[in-house]
């Protein structure tokens, strides 16, 4: 069986690349992008099982979290961010917010962006007082434009969304929202490459 590698660069340093080298890996770079939607719903079911002590597991808690803000009303976006949130749990313990926010910023609004990466110092509010921390940190923040909107996500979707009898709709039921609004970046570094 004759099976032909992928074609590749010719270059050993990025000063030697040419147009035709760079043709190559924008090709590879368009069908992983392309694949990035299924990248992040498989790693969302990484999350199945895993309850960190948490009285459901880290998936159910996405899951709730997105149900509670689409029944709610909330965007598409506003959804995806809500199932996207805790994505970074298992492999970012100690800056899960941040991880989540980083996959989530070139296809998001920086409203929707601020609020996931911010939504670990507002949730403390719940919690950091019985670990000895100050569970008003996100007072520093009263000031700023999406404090009101991050506060508003944590107190009626991440915060009640560890209820193992709650209504929960299944990962099925978001991926189609999850593939629109990582189908294209609003604000990227490669965006004008991507649309030549």
Known sequence: MNTALPERAKFHHMKDGTAED???????????????????????????????????????????????????GKDEEYVVCA??????????????????????????SEQNYWMVKHHAIFQGYYFF????????QHK?????????YTKEFIEKYDAPAFDPDAETYSLEFFEPMVRRVFAAPKASLYKAALEE
């Open 129 to 136: 007082h019985h670990i000895g921390l100050d569970r008003d």
């Open 140 to 148: 520093q923040f009263e000031s700023h434009p999406h404090y009101a």
């Open 83 to 108: 199932l996207l949130h805790d994505i970074g749990d298992t492999l970012g313990p100690y800056n899960h917010a941040d991880i989540a926010a980083t996959y989530l910023e070139p296809f998001v």
């Open 22 to 72: 760079w043709q190559v890996i924008m090709k590879e770079f368009q069908t992983a992008a392309a694949e990035l939607p299924d990248r992040m719903l498989e790693h969302l079911r990484v999350l199945d099982g895993d309850c960190g002590g948490f009285p459901v597991d880290r998936l159910t808690h996405c899951l709730q979290t997105a149900t509670l803000a689409h029944k709610d």
